[in-house]
């Protein structure tokens, strides 16, 4: 009786231990929950080319503990190319740490700044960030590639209840606002032959006469 009484009083500590993890870790939850690409209004992602496009996304905190504003960003953005509407189930992305953004500087505080829990009155409010950046649809495994997607970036000393809500892909298959434009991986005539091409014809006219000196 005692080592059963012993067992299941452990058990209760240990559940308690966990539930009160659980529930003071992570309770601050950054959702991105709509992003769209708002110029130009006909977007093709050719090879290799850079295009500058706009958007903006929305983010609100829909975990229960308020996130007080501060001197630094609580997230930054990223976009990717993805073979995956589903950014965390994709095999293929690019670049693998994300393109760069630029934020509008009217939209620079808003990163910065107080973001309530869902459990206060008013809950978090939802901001709406517009940014511009400049991506390239890559040579390398172009086809396979059927989104454009845009992340948060978080800290992990901010702390993030789950990943799940982080990210939203646009489709290459319609133009703004349905989808982030069109991807064309046909070779344009400033495309014909890429840098790695170019090394790779350059090693097949010197092979031979290597060959031929030894």
Same mark, same amino acid.
């Given at each position: 009786?005692?080592?059963?009484?012993?067992?299941?009083?452990?058990?209760?500590?240990?559940?308690?231990?966990?539930?009160?993890?659980?529930?003071?870790?992570?309770?601050?939850?950054?959702?991105?929950?709509?992003?769209?690409?708002?110029?130009?209004?006909?977007?093709?992602?050719?090879?290799?080319?850079?295009?500058?496009?706009?958007?903006?996304? @929305?983010? !609100?905190?829909?975990? *229960?503990?308020?996130?007080?504003?501060?001197?630094? %960003?609580?997230?930054? $953005?990223? #976009?990717?190319?993805?073979?995956?509407?589903?950014?965390?189930?994709?095999?293929?992305?690019?670049?693998?740490?994300?393109?760069?953004?630029?934020?509008?500087?009217?939209?620079?505080?808003?990163?910065?700044?107080?973001?309530?829990?869902?459990?206060?009155?008013?809950?978090?409010?939802?901001?709406?960030?517009?940014?511009?950046?400049?991506?390239?649809?890559?040579?390398?495994?172009?086809?396979?590639?059927?989104?454009?997607?845009? @992340?948060? !970036?978080?800290?992990? *000393?901010?702390?993030?209840?789950?990943?799940?809500? %982080?990210?939203?892909? $646009?489709? #290459?298959?319609?133009?703004?606002?349905?989808?982030?434009?069109?991807?064309?991986?046909?070779?344009?005539?400033?495309?014909?032959?890429?840098?790695?091409?170019?090394?790779?014809?350059?090693?097949?006219?010197?092979?031979?006469?290597?060959?031929?000196?030894?």
């Amino acid at each position: 009786m005692f080592m059963m009484y012993g067992r299941f009083d452990v058990a209760s500590w240990l559940l308690v231990i966990c539930i009160g993890v659980q529930r003071s870790f992570g309770e601050v939850d950054f959702a991105l929950t709509s992003y769209e690409v708002t110029g130009p209004d006909l977007v093709d992602y050719r090879l290799g080319e850079d295009v500058i496009i706009n958007a903006t996304v @929305k983010v !609100k905190n829909v975990g *229960s503990d308020d996130v007080s504003s501060g001197p630094t %960003n609580h997230f930054g $953005l990223r #976009l990717y190319f993805s073979n995956n509407i589903n950014l965390e189930d994709a095999t293929l992305h690019t670049p693998s740490t994300g393109y760069d953004v630029d934020v509008d500087d009217s939209d620079r505080d808003k990163m910065k700044g107080g973001f309530p829990g869902s459990t206060s009155n008013p809950p978090s409010p939802v901001r709406q960030i517009s940014f511009s950046a400049n991506v390239t649809m890559p040579f390398y495994n172009c086809t396979q590639y059927s989104h454009l997607c845009t @992340k948060l !970036k978080i800290p992990v *000393s901010n702390g993030n209840d789950g990943t799940d809500n %982080n990210f939203h892909c $646009l489709a #290459l298959i319609a133009q703004p606002p349905l989808g982030a434009g069109f991807r064309d991986c046909r070779p344009s005539s400033s495309t014909l032959v890429s840098p790695s091409l170019y090394n790779v014809m350059i090693i097949g006219l010197l092979l031979p006469m290597v060959l031929l000196v030894v």
